[in-house]
C-alpha cells in the first residue's frame, strides 16, 4: 500500500507536463495518517492550476490528465473502502480538497477536431527506414511525434537535426485539453530566431497607424476584456 500510494504522490506532483521533478522534492513522512510531506513546489505552475480546478465537478476534464488518473484511483478504492480518505492540504493543514467514498468527480468525452497548427522548437530526431518521423521537442521540454513521407525529407536539403525549427503540421486536437495526436508534417517553414530591426520597426508602424483612433489605451483594452471602463 506504501509503494502504491508513493507512486500514486508521485504521478501526481509531476502530471504530464513534469514541471515538477520529484527528485528535486524532499518529502517526508508524517505521523499519524499514512502522509508525505512535499516541499519546493512554488515553481510547479500546472500543479496549483491544477489543484484550483479540483473543487470543480468536472475537474477530471480540466486538469493535468496523469494527476485526473490518480483522483480516478483514489475515488474507486475510497468507494471499496468507505473508511479511508485522501486529502491534499498545504502545510497549514487547509484542504485544497478530499476524496472519499461520497465523491463524485466526472469527466467530460474528449472532443477531437482537425486543425492546422505552426509548431516551434527543437528536432531531435528525424527519418526512418519504415516510418518517416520527425520528433520535435517543444520549449516546455515535450517531445512530439510527427509523422511524414520519405519523399518530403528526402527533397529537404537543409541539416535539420538539433537546429531550431519551425513545422507546418496537421493534427487532431483536444478541445479540453490542447493534447495533439496523428500528427503529420505539411512542409518545413522558414525560421528566424534573431531580431529583425526593420521588420520591427514595420511591425510598430503598422500597429501605430491601425490604432491610431484609440485615446487611451488601457480604457480601450478593458472594454475589450468586458469591463465597465
Request: charged content about 25%.
Amino acid at each position: 500500500m506504501l509503494g502504491e500510494f508513493q507512486k500514486d504522490v508521485t504521478d501526481f506532483l509531476r502530471g504530464a507536463s513534469r514541471d515538477v521533478d520529484p527528485t528535486q522534492v524532499q518529502v517526508s513522512i508524517e505521523s499519524g495518517s499514512l502522509a508525505f510531506a512535499a516541499s519546493g513546489l512554488l515553481a510547479a505552475t500546472t500543479l496549483w492550476t491544477d489543484l484550483a480546478h479540483i473543487t470543480s465537478p468536472d475537474a477530471l476534464t480540466l486538469i493535468d490528465p496523469k494527476r485526473a488518473s490518480v483522483l480516478e484511483r483514489w475515488q474507486a478504492v475510497a468507494r471499496e473502502n468507505p473508511n479511508r480518505s485522501y486529502t491534499v492540504a498545504d502545510k497549514t493543514g487547509r484542504a485544497f480538497f478530499v476524496v472519499d467514498a461520497r465523491t463524485n468527480l466526472t469527466k467530460i468525452d474528449d472532443v477531437w477536431v482537425q486543425v492546422e497548427k505552426y509548431l516551434h522548437g527543437k528536432i531531435v530526431d528525424i527519418g526512418g527506414k519504415t516510418k518517416a518521423n520527425v520528433h520535435l521537442e517543444l520549449e516546455n521540454g515535450q517531445t512530439l511525434t510527427v509523422s511524414s513521407s520519405h519523399d518530403l525529407l528526402a527533397q529537404d536539403e537543409r541539416n535539420r537535426l538539433y537546429r531550431p525549427a519551425l513545422l507546418h503540421v496537421t493534427a487532431e486536437e483536444n478541445l479540453l485539453t490542447g493534447e495533439l495526436r496523428n500528427l503529420r508534417l505539411l512542409a518545413f517553414e522558414p525560421h528566424q530566431s534573431s531580431y529583425d530591426d526593420e521588420e520591427f520597426r514595420l511591425m510598430v508602424e503598422r500597429g501605430t497607424k491601425a490604432w491610431e483612433d484609440v485615446v487611451n489605451a488601457t480604457e480601450w483594452t478593458d472594454a475589450l476584456r468586458g469591463g465597465q471602463a
